[in-house]
């Protein structure tokens, strides 16, 4: 449903611009032999493909790809385990980095392997860079599922917005049936958190201490939206048992998996107690929240 783009090296390549400047230094002539220079040298590269004449990505077309980054045989990065998947938009070619350069040189199904100087992109590597030597290449390879076009992308929008749509009417009528206890398919916690798992999610299970992401709508107990992080796009992020957050948002976290979606219906004691939250939570009141474990970083 919700793009999410993996917050780890990967998301350094999008926007960052260089110009590669390198020559075939000796120390790398066997492990570039056989493979096909780009232009000026910028990287080396092997195409892997069925079709040289399949359609490529066009300007302003959305990829799905997954990728791997490796010194050598040791791998230091990949995205397979993802359950989000890596979405790149194609830019115009005054924006291309060496990164949409070679998604350009692929179709849908194409994969890509290409190596570059770990001297010429340390900006990139970050803390990678202390893996690699001066004269050591990067190697990065990239697996293209698929390519969306503006048409796919925009029907995309339309299902999130009435899935979203749905949710936010749904909710104010289950309140009140949670508040006539006529919901069978609530859960309770110890604690005296009420819950409903719309889907438990299959990435890694959160815990206290993790690093997560969580896009939510949270509703009065009236059933009215107070806040709605879906509206501009941009996940709350926290480290669960954080002494800012209420506590059944904390427990509610650490029951789903990463890509989980859950109802909490949060009891006073575990949201904003006898202060309520200014005008939007009156005192003493039940607060209910539609939360989404975008991801889950463990400690």
């Known amino acids: 449903m919700t793009k999410h783009m993996r917050p780890t090296l990967f998301g350094l390549f999008i926007g960052l611009l260089f110009i590669v400047n390198s020559c075939q230094r000796a120390p790398w002539r066997k492990q570039i032999r056989g493979l096909k220079a780009y232009p000026k040298n910028e990287f080396w590269y092997e195409w892997i493909g069925l079709d040289k004449n399949a359609t490529k990505p066009a300007i302003g077309e959305e990829v799905r790809i997954d990728y791997t980054i490796s010194k050598g045989n040791k791998l230091l990065d990949q995205s397979y385990d993802d359950i989000y998947p890596i979405l790149v938009q194609i830019p115009e070619d005054r924006y291309d980095n060496f990164f949409t350069k070679a998604l350009k040189l692929m179709a849908e199904g194409d994969s890509i392997r290409l190596l570059i100087p770990a001297a010429d992109i340390p900006e990139l590597l970050g803390e990678y860079i202390l893996e690699f030597g001066e004269e050591d290449l990067v190697t990065f390879t990239y697996k293209m599922h698929q390519i969306k076009n503006q048409e796919m992308l925009q029907q995309e929008i339309i299902e999130e917005q009435v899935y979203l749509d749905s949710i936010r009417q749904k909710i104010p009528l289950l309140i009140p049936q949670f508040n006539n206890n006529q919901l069978e398919q609530v859960q309770k916690t110890a604690s005296g958190l009420s819950y409903i798992i719309v889907d438990e999610g299959s990435g890694p299970k959160a815990a206290i201490g993790d690093a997560v992401s969580v896009h939510y709508i949270c509703f009065s107990d009236s059933g009215k ?75």
């Not at 509610?252 to 005008?279: D, M």
Request: net charge negative; no cysteine; charged share 15%.
């Open 225 to 299: 939206i107070v806040d709605d992080s879906y509206t501009n796009m941009v996940p709350l992020s926290f480290i669960i048992g954080s002494q800012s957050l209420i506590e059944g948002w904390s427990e509610g976290t650490t029951l789903l998996k990463q890509g989980g979606k859950a109802v909490l219906f949060i009891p006073p004691h575990l949201a904003y107690g006898i202060q309520g939250n200014g005008n939007l939570i009156p005192p003493n009141s039940w607060v209910t929240f539609f939360i989404e474990l975008m991801d889950v970083q463990k400690k």
